[in-house]
C-alpha cells in the first residue's frame, strides 16, 4: 500500500429524506440500511481495505457527531477526527483537510469520499480508485468519478467528457446540476454524459493551488494556520475560524474553474442511496418482493415494501404494496413509494406542528 | 345508594384480536382504546357511581393481573380483588364471587358486569341498571341485559324474549350462540332478539340455589369453604382448590337451565368492543375520518384508518384508506380494516415463528 495515498471521508452532512430513521442527531451515514451489519460510513472505511492505510483515512465531520464516529469506527484515532464546529458545505472541509495532510505528508494524494453512498461491485471500486492513484503520479491533475448511468436518473448531477485521455480517462467538458427528466433523457442517449459520484482525487498540492487561485478567502483563513496543523492549537483556531468561511461547495468553488479536471468513466454498481426507493431498489429482496433489511416482518399478501424497524421489533404487514413502512421508536412513517419525495414536506408538518421534537 | 347492592367485575379475559395492543399480560380491559384517559376497566368501575357503593364493588381477575388492577383502581381494596390462580370460565368464578358476597352480606342484590365493554349511554344504562336491582327486589329471578339490536351482527350472541312482564321485563325464551347472517337478518326482523350484554343480575340466594341445582360439582367446593369467607384461608382454599372446577361458562351451566330468567330490554349505546372495527365505529372520529385513539398522527390523503399509538409516538401516515395501524414498542400491526378478522391467524403465526416473545 503506498503510505502517500490519504482518503477523506466527508461525514457531515445532515437530511430529511430517511426520516424516520435518520435524524439531526443520527443523519443517513450512521445507519445500516441494507440490513448488512455496517453503517453506511462504516462501509465506506471498510472499502478502503488494502489502498488506503488506515492510519491515512480522515473522518470530517460535525462536532455533534463525533462520538457516533468515535463509536462506529473504534479503529480509526481520535487524531483522524477532524471537527467541523458549524456546516459549510463541501469547500472549507476539503481545505480544511488539504492543508492538514500536508502539513502530515506534503507528497500526499487525496482521494475524498462521500460517507453515505453504496457501492455494490467492490472489486471494481477497488481497481476504479487504484487507477485514479495511480494518474495523479503523472498529473497535476484533479480526477473525477463519473459513474456510466443506466436511466435517466433526474436525481443526481452529470458530468460531460470531453477529449479522451485514454480508455478510463477524459477531460471533462462541464459540470451540470439535477436535469429534468427530457434533458437526463438526451444526456443518457448522448453517451457523454455520467453521473458525478461525488468522489474526488488530488494531489495535495495540486488542490492547494487550486484553492489559493479560485478560493482565495478560504486559503487564506487556512495559510494562516499553518504553524497549527497537527498541534492541540489546530482543533482551537478551527473553532475560532471555520464559521468565517464561505459557505460553498467544492464543485462550485473549484471544480467548475479549474483547468485540470478529469474524469474517470467508472461502473461499480454506484448509489448516493438518495432514497428509501433507492434502497428498495438496491438491497436483497425476499421471496415475496419486500425488502426488510435487519426486520421482522410477516407479511400476508404484501409486496414491493421497504419494512424497517429496529431492536427486534415485529412488524406485521396485511394487504399493504409498494409502501414505505419505517419505524423508530418515537416515530413512524407509512408512505406509498411513489410519493417518498413528500417526505421532506411531512417533516416539515412535523416541525409545525411540533417543533424540534421529532426531527 | 342501597347497601345491598353489590357489582361482580369480571376481569380476567385474555384475547389476541387486539394484538399487539392487547397482550397476555395486558389484556384488553385493562387499555385505553378509545383515548378517553380511562382503560375500559376503569371506565367499567366509573359507570357504578351513585348506583353501588364503591366498597361493594368486587374485581374477579387473574393474580397475573392483580398489580394492574391495583394500579389501575387504586380507589379499590385489596381485600375486594379476588385473584383467580387459572382460567375457569366465568361459572367458578361466578360461584366464587357469590359464595364470597354472601359472607359479607346474606342479602347481596348482585350484578355481574364485564370489564371490556363500551356503553355510551350512561343515563340510560344507569336507569336499566336501577330497575333490574329493583326487580329483583320482588322476583327471585335472574335477569339478564338484551340490548335492542340495530345491525343483523354476527359477532354477537341473541337472547330470545318470551312471554312479556312489563314494559321492560319478559321471561327469556332462548340463549343463542354467535348467528350465521341469515340468521342474524331473521332474528333482526323478528322483533324478538337481543343482544346478549353479558351483564346479569341476580339475589346472593337465587345464584347459590341455581348453583346448587345445575352445577353441584361446582357448588360442593365452594359450599365447602364456608368458614374461610372473609378470612386468610379464603386465597389458600381457593389456591389449592379453584384448579378442579369444570371449566364452564355460567351462560352454560345457569343461564340456559334456570327456570326464573328475565330480560330487561335496553338501549344505551352498547358494543362489546371486540375489534379494532367496532373501536373505529365507536370512537370520535377526525375532520378526515380517522380514528386516532391518544395518538400523535399527520395523515395526508388518508381517511378511515383507525391509528393507534403510545408514548407520544408520531405516526405520519400518507395514502392510506381504511386500515388499523397498531403500534407498541415491540410489534407493529398494518392490516386492512377488512381483514381484522384475520388478526388472530396472525398472531398464531407469530407465536409459531417466535415464540411467546410478541403474544
Partial sequence: MENNRFCVIMCGGVGSRFWPYSRKAMPKQFIDFLGTGRSLLQLTVDRLEGIVPLQNIIILTNEQYASIVRDQLPEIKPEQILLEPVLRNTAPC????????????????????PSDHLIIKLNDFKDSVIRAFEFL???????????????????YGYIQEGKNVDEYFSMVKTFTEKP??????????SGEFFWNSGMFFW??????????TYAPEIAEIFDHANLFY?????????????????????????????????VQKVDFGWSDLGTWGSVFDNAPKNR???????????????????IAAQNDKLVVVSGLN????????????????????KIKNYVNEAKTHFGDKYL
Fill in 203 to 212: 494531489g495535495v498540492d495540486t488542490i492547494i493551488n487550486a484553492m489559493r
Fill in 180 to 189: 429534468t427528466k427530457e434533458v437526463a433523457n438526451l444526456f443518457l442517449e
Fill in 94 to 113: 476539503n481545505a480544511w483537510a488539504a492543508w492538514h495532510i500536508k502539513a502530515l505528508n506534503p507528497k500526499a494524494k487525496i482521494m475524498v469520499a
Fill in 322 to 341: 409498494g409502501y414505505i413502512v419505517a419505524d423508530t421508536p418515537d416515530a413512524l412513517l407509512i408512505v406509498p413509494k411513489n410519493d417518498e419525495q
Fill in 230 to 262: 497537527g498541534s492541540p492549537q489546530e482543533q482551537e483556531f478551527i473553532d475560532e475560524n471555520y464559521a468565517s468561511c464561505p459557505n460553498i461547495s467544492i464543485d462550485y468553488a473549484i471544480m467548475e474553474k479549474s483547468q485540470n479536471v478529469y
Fill in 137 to 155: 503520479e503523472n498529473n497535476d491533475a484533479i480526477v473525477t468519478l463519473g459513474v456510466k448511468p443506466n436511466r435517466p436518473e433526474t436525481g
Fill in 288 to 306: 415475496d418482493g419486500n425488502v426488510t433489511p435487519n426486520t421482522r416482518v410477516l407479511a400476508f399478501e404484501s409486496n414491493n415494501n421497504v
